[in-house]
């Protein structure tokens, strides 16, 4: 079975830093993008950011761009997201999805979600 | 504001037809294809249509998808009570290169 499990979500002051991990399963990990996506309490859907399969591409939201970091360690099938520098905004639940993606084929979907990790950005 | 524009919310009775609209643009919908999700109340979103019209094994034959030019839509038929959800289209923006969501639309069967 397919599963993702996130971990690292807490209570964080403003200005601080968190890193959340992702525990895939049940398929090559390697062979696959993986993207962070956050719901803010009472709102929508917000893409964060994807990585590629072989973690050499990256992409990030303008809204988290130069404080959040996405990586990945394909040796230990886990997706990772550093967040520094953290405001009351990016208090969410994060949730980790295993995402099917190719350029050349145009489409983009992330076909399994983990039950996701809340953060919570306060003094 | 989202990328990809999605009504707010739908209602239909139980048994009847419903549409969820997504409006976009050339560098996303126009240009890569699309997905909905379907988030049941405090539960993780569910992937319920890839690709404009593919179904995921397990989903039921009650959902659709279709992609005409920059705007998708989700159609479910024959609604039950189970399906009171948050919906939500997404795509890549090739222009952006992010990804993008609709602001959801919340659908309720009266």
């Known amino acids: 079975e397919v599963q993702m499990v996130e971990s690292g979500g807490g209570l964080v002051q403003p200005g601080g830093s968190l890193r959340l991990s992702c525990a895939a399963s049940g398929f090559t990990f390697s062979n696959y993008a993986m993207s962070w996506v956050r719901q803010a309490p009472g709102k929508g859907l917000e893409w964060v950011s994807t990585i590629s399969g072989s973690g050499g591409s990256t992409y990030y939201a303008d809204s988290v761009k130069g404080r959040f970091t996405i990586s990945r360690d394909n040796s230990k099938n886990t997706l990772s997201l550093q967040l520094n520098s953290l405001r009351a905004e990016d208090t969410a639940v994060y949730y980790c999805?295993?995402?099917?993606?190719?350029?050349?084929?145009?489409?983009?979907?992330?076909?399994?979600w983990g039950k996701g990790t809340t953060v919570t950005v306060s003094s | 504001q989202s990328v990809l524009t999605q009504p707010p919310s739908v209602s239909a009775a139980p048994g009847q037809k419903v549409t969820i609209s997504c409006s976009g643009s050339?560098?996303?919908?126009?240009?890569?294809?699309v997905s909905w999700y379907q988030q049941l109340p405090g539960t993780a979103p569910k992937l319920l249509i890839y690709d404009n019209n593919k179904r995921p094994s397990g989903i039921p034959d009650r959902f659709s998808g279709s992609q005409s030019g920059t705007s998708a839509t989700l159609g479910i038929t024959g609604l039950q009570t189970g399906d009171e959800a948050d919906y939500y289209c997404?795509?890549?923006?090739?222009?952006?290169?992010?990804?993008?969501f609709g602001g959801g639309t919340k659908l309720t069967v009266l």
């Open positions: 999805a295993k995402t099917e993606w190719s350029f050349a084929l145009h489409y983009y979907y992330m076909d399994v």
């Open positions: 997404g795509t890549w923006d090739s222009s952006l290169s992010v990804g993008v």
């Open positions: 050339s560098s996303n919908i126009g240009d890569n294809s």
